[in-house]
C-alpha cells in the first residue's frame, strides 16, 4: 500500500483535494467511447480490477474480494482483504478503481486502497471517492 502519512493538517487536505482532482480530469479524459449500458460485472471485469488492486498489496496473492453492485460509473468500489508485512489479515478495507468499459477494452487504472485507519490519509480519499461514485452501502458487497 502506498502511504502518505508524510502530510498532515492543511497539507493533508490539499493533497486529498489534489488527488481527487487529478482523478476526476483522469476520469473524465476516458468519457469518450465508454458503452451506455451498465451490465453486471463479468469475471473478466473482476479480473482486470483484482488485478489493479493487487499491484498496490504487500502479498497480492493472498488478496480476497467482496464485490459491491456496479452501477456503470467509471469508477468502482469494492472491500479487499489481504496480508500485511506481518502476514496477518487486517481485515476488508474499501478499494476504489478508475474502470473503463470502452468499445475496444476495458482498462482498470489508479487503484486506492483504504487503510484499518479510518483517519489516514489513504482511508479518507478511498471513502470519498467511493461516495462520489454512488458506493455508500458496503454492506452490499459480497
Known amino acids: 500500500m502506498i502511504n502518505f ?11 486529498v483535494g489534489a488527488f481527487l482532482a487529478l482523478f476526476a480530469v483522469f476520469s473524465l479524459s476516458f468519457s469518450e467511447g465508454v458503452a ?22 504487500v502479498d497480492p496473492f493472498s488478496a480476497k474480494f ?3 453492485p456496479y452501477n456503470g460509473d467509471k ?3 469494492g472491500l479487499v482483504n489481504a496480508k500485511n508485512r ?8 474499501p478499494f476504489t478503481v478508475l474502470y473503463m468499459k470502452t468499445k475496444e477494452r476495458n482498462i482498470g487504472a489508479l487503484p486506492q ?3 484499518y ?6 482511508s479518507q480519499v478511498t471513502v470519498q471517492l467511493c461516495e462520489m461514485a454512488g458506493y455508500k452501502d458496503f ?4
Do not use: N, Q
Not at 454492506?139 to 459480497?142: G, I, S
Open 117 to 122: 485507519d479510518p483517519k489516514s490519509t489513504d
Open 66 to 68: 467482496k464485490w459491491m
Open 36 to 57: 451506455a449500458e451498465t451490465p453486471e460485472l463479468t469475471e473478466a471485469d473482476k479480473k482486470i480490477i483484482e488485478d489493479a488492486v493487487k499491484e498496490k498489496l
Open 5 to 15: 502519512h508524510v502530510c498532515s493538517g492543511a497539507g493533508r487536505k490539499s493533497f
Open 75 to 77: 469508477t468502482y468500489c
Open 139 to 142: 454492506y452490499k458487497a459480497k
Open 86 to 93: 506481518m502476514g496477518g489479515y487486517t481485515g476488508f478495507v
Open 113 to 115: 486502497i483504504s487503510t
